[in-house]
């Protein structure tokens, strides 16, 4: 359903209010919320908001956690975030790596005792808007097979990159580690559709096109084979290892024991761009692209994070946003629960 901007951000800021979060803080979640439910990743807008509340109402997120300096250089920190709410935390974080990028020429935090942190590529567009470069990356619970394995070893670890683009704005890379979603996996066991060979395992380890094998205590594959679970891994060092979160097996899932401190880490990166033509040499380079000859049925080559844009520009255009009538449907239920008229 089309909503106004304007009211689904004031609905949204409400709501976490009236859960104990601080009106600046809580500002920022919805921010965050809104653009990624704009830009068309809906698993990561506003669907979001009822687990969140859930979490906050059961102690396992603390309302007004803040961003806790444990170590601290020029150039980077490691932060606590005490068990608050991950997207404002990442916020914090992100803005404290740019501040240091613009003094130093990277700036990166590493953050722990937090939890699930939204959208990556909402922090990594926060370094491309100020002209930097960003990373953005996080642990998680498991979800995804190491290869050779057929039980649930690592998480479905995000990542993301973004860099200014001159006149196309900017280009945002953010992917997971799995060929899917465990979400998409349970739509198509629920529609009676099969899904690709190579997303998913079963139990016993065995290749199947059965989505609804996943419930059954299937298991993610990760993308690439060997390539994804190494970038898993490599999410899980930098994010957890290296910043004394949990890892793995250890790491609460915040939309399964919404009463615990999931503990997840987060590692945030901005460089400072130093090149002086790097606008022109990124234009050049998506431009040459997308004139690349187009294979048969494809109208049009995209950059990383074009497609994402274009919603948000025509959402920003009308004043309006789509959201999913169930997403509508949950997020009365939760102002219900907390008594907002």
């Not at 935090?109 to 922090?123: D, E």
Request: charged fraction near 20%.
């Amino acid at each position: 359903m089309k909503v106004s901007i304007t009211d689904i951000r004031s609905r949204c800021a409400a709501i976490f209010r009236a859960a104990g979060v601080s009106a600046p803080d809580a500002e920022i979640i919805t921010e965050v919320l809104l653009e990624t439910e704009m830009r068309g990743v809906f698993t990561h807008g506003f669907h979001r908001v009822p687990y969140y509340i859930n979490c906050l109402q059961k102690g396992g997120i603390q309302p007004r956690s803040e961003l806790t300096i444990v170590q601290d250089t020029p150039s980077r920190a490691l932060a606590d975030g005490e068990g608050g709410l991950g997207i404002i935390l990442s916020y914090k974080a992100m803005q404290l790596a740019i501040e240091k990028a613009k003094k130093t020429g990277v700036g990166i935090v590493q953050l722990r005792g937090s939890h699930h942190f939204g959208a990556a590529g909402y922090y990594t567009g926060m370094c491309a808007d100020e002209g930097l470069c960003g990373m953005a990356m996080s642990n998680g619970d498991v979800l995804v097979a190491a290869t050779g394995s057929r039980e649930r070893t690592i998480g479905n670890n995000p990542f993301s990159f973004a860099a200014p683009a001159g006149k196309y704005g900017k280009m945002v890379y953010d992917i997971a580690m799995s060929y899917s979603s465990d979400k998409k996996i349970i739509q198509m066991a629920k529609e009676g559709k099969p899904c690709p060979a190579g997303w998913i395992i079963d139990k016993d380890g065995n290749d199947t096109t059965d989505p609804a094998e996943y419930e059954k205590g299937g298991v993610l594959l990760p993308f690439g084979g060997y390539k994804g679970y190494g970038m898993a891994m490599m999410v899980e060092t930098l994010a957890a290892a290296l910043s004394g979160a949990a890892m793995t097996r250890d790491v609460h899932a915040w939309n399964v024991n919404p009463d615990q401190n999931g503990n997840v880490g987060h590692f945030f990166m901005a460089m400072d761009v130093t090149v002086p033509d790097f606008a022109a040499r990124m234009e050049a380079m998506i431009t040459e692209i997308k004139a690349s000859e187009k294979a048969a049925g494809a109208t049009e080559i995209f950059y990383p994070g074009e497609i994402e844009a274009r919603k948000q520009a025509a959402c920003l255009k009308d004043g309006m946003v789509d959201v999913a009538d169930e997403t509508l449907e949950a997020m009365a239920e939760t102002e219900k629960s907390l008594h907002i008229k």
